[in-house]
């Protein structure tokens, strides 16, 4: 039988586009997941957790290949830590690793700056974990994904004012997209830090967001507020931009109309 492929994350909005691509490339596909639950026909879900390492050993248990998507807010250094020792001990050959544009360079020098923006360190030292495991690896850095910017604005707009970070730029970029480059990675010899993959443009959240109000047929008043801090600041200056790489093809245009008309059937549709 061949080494299943691991998928960490495999349940999450880019992972379970992941694994339909490595089941269409021939690959036998074992999904972790904190909860029990039926993926489908071909795919082996294993349960386990990386917060705490349980259940780590077995799903990495005979892969080859492990892609890690799971992830969240905080906490992804320890999360790596205790998925990178177990591939060590399983004997695992490539480790694929997705994180973040601007990792590296959105400081968290104070309390501030990690209370609002952590989640670029937390990837960071992730990264470090991954790329310091002895093991092989591959490392993936996309911008933020069309939606979890639908995920922010939808929720801005439910604000009677929706404040907007003024100055801050998003290139956000189709998570399918994203999807489709780890496959091919996932199935590529190991290449340490490839390059960055990012959406077509870059906008304020303040076009973002009056672009997703325009496409619901809503209106809201948008507040731009100064954010303080140095790591605000960097992203002000575009840290978290890939300029050079704005290869992903989807709009975040194109995105909307097509999450407004896949609402639009569900709620046409008897229940
Ligand atoms: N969203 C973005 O804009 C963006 C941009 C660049 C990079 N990334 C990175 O891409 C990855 C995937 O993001 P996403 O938006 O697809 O996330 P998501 O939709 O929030 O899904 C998170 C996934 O992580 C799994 N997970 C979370 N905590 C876990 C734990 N303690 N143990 C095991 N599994 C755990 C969840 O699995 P269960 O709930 O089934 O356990 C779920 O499948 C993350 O590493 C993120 O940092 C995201």
């Not at 790596?80 to 004997?91: F, I, M, P, Y």
């Not at 507040?223 to 992903?248: E, F, K, M, S």
């Amino acid at each position: 039988m061949a080494a299943p492929v691991l998928v960490t994350g495999g349940t999450g909005t880019l992972g379970r586009l992941v694994v339909p691509g490595l089941l269409a490339a021939g690959c036998e596909v074992r999904v972790l997941s904190r909860r029990r639950r039926e993926l489908g026909e071909g795919i082996e879900v294993v349960t386990g957790d990386l917060a705490t390492g349980d259940g780590i050993d077995a799903a990495v248990a005979g892969a080859r290949v492990v892609v890690h998507c799971a992830g969240s807010s905080k906490g992804d250094e320890l999360k790596a830590r205790h998925l990178v020792g177990a591939a060590t001990r399983a004997g695992a050959r490539h480790l694929v690793f997705i994180s973040v544009v601007g990792a590296d360079r959105v400081p968290q020098t104070g309390r501030l700056d990690r209370a609002m923006f952590g989640y670029f360190g937390s990837k960071l030292a992730a990264e470090q974990v991954v790329a310091g495991s002895g093991l092989p690896w591959t490392t993936l850095r996309a911008t933020q994904f069309h939606d979890l910017v639908y995920l922010t604005v939808s929720q801005l707009a439910r604000l009677p004012v929706a404040p907007v970070p003024a100055g801050i730029r998003f290139q956000p970029v189709d998570a399918g997209e994203v999807a489709e480059r780890l496959v091919e990675l996932a199935l590529g010899p190991p290449s340490g830090l490839v390059p960055d993959l990012g959406g077509p443009r870059a906008s304020t959240m303040a076009d973002l967001l009056r672009a997703y109000l325009g496409a619901a047929h809503r209106r809201r008043p948008i507040l731009p507020v100064h954010v303080p801090g140095r790591a605000a600041r960097a992203l002000r200056a575009g840290a978290n931009l890939a300029p050079d790489r704005a290869v992903g093809r989807r709009t975040w245009e194109e995105f909307l109309a097509d999450r407004m008309s896949s609402l639009a059937d569900q709620s046409a549709s008897p229940a």
